[in-house]
Nanobody
Framework: QVQLVESGGGLVQPGGSLRLSCAAS????????MGWYQETPGRQRELVAT???????AYADSVEDRFTISMDNAKNTVYLQMSGLKPEDTAVYYC??????????????WGQGTQVTVSS
């Protein structure tokens, strides 16, 4: 069982910054990738950014020059530094992790979500 605990959401003015954190805990052999997704009412959950344990990153086009994803492998924690926030970034942000288990299987875990609201 893998647990993901997110923190760092909140209310911020347009142009402001926030940093989201997500820590993975539980029993698993390794983490392959961690990432962040956003969900707004009436839309499917969409990819924001992902990072592999080796440091390879990928971003949605809408955030590539404003958000930075990073991971502390020793702490099993992923961060999303969000800058230049816009009202359209308002969403619930979910942490995601793909992990490997000692029996050779893989599984995907999701956090509980953290609200980010960008408004003046």
């Amino acid at each position: 069982q893998v647990q993901l605990v997110e923190s760092g959401g909140g209310l911020v003015q347009p142009g402001g910054s926030l940093r989201l954190s997500c820590a993975a805990s539980g029993v698993f052999a390794r983490i392959y990738t961690m990432g962040w997704y956003q969900e707004t009412p009436g839309r499917q959950r969409e990819l924001v950014a992902t990072i592999s344990s080796g440091g390879t990153t990928a971003y949605a086009d809408s955030v590539e020059d404003r958000f930075t994803i990073s991971m502390d492998n020793a702490k099993n924690t992923v961060y999303l530094q969000m800058s230049g926030l816009k009202p359209e970034d308002t969403a619930v942000y979910y942490c995601n992790a793909e992990v490997g288990h000692y029996l050779g299987t893989r599984s995907t875990a999701w956090g509980q979500g953290t609200q980010v609201t960008v408004s003046s």
